[in-house]
Nanobody, 125 residues
């Protein structure tokens, strides 16, 4: 499978962005799509994920209430609406697809099978 992120950019604190993840390939086999981020000098962090069979969504505590994951199955797109951005949200954001069941999907980045190239989000005044 292939995943391509887009929608990142340079924004000010408090601004919003909508990140997009275009999926292709054997998308019917995907169990979950997750969003992860990695800031310079830090480990990769799970942000949010959606489980395809039941459309349940999960969020890390650091973004709960500010970020919203959604998907358009017809377009094979997964989105991450990011609101009330903070400087500490600055990172490269990746989407990833897992083909095997996993729980919780927001933490286990090592169980994801396909990754996009990432999109940079920079929050600065």
């Amino acid at each position: 499978g292939q995943l391509v992120e887009s929608g990142g950019g340079l924004v000010q604190p408090g601004d919003s962005l909508k990140l997009s993840c275009a999926t292709s390939g054997f998308t019917l086999h995907y169990y979950a799509i997750g969003w992860f981020r990695q800031a310079p000098g830090k480990e990769r962090e799970g942000v949010s994920c959606v489980v395809i069979p039941d459309n349940n969504t999960y969020y890390s505590d650091s973004v709960k209430g500010r970020f919203t994951i959604s998907r358009d199955s017809a377009k094979k797109m997964v989105y991450l609406q990011v609101n009330s951005l903070k400087p500490e949200d600055t990172a490269v954001y990746y989407c990833a697809a897992a083909v095997r069941p996993l729980y919780p999907c927001v933490d286990k980045d090592y169980e994801y099978d396909y990754w996009g190239q990432g999109t940079q989000v920079t929050v600065s005044s």
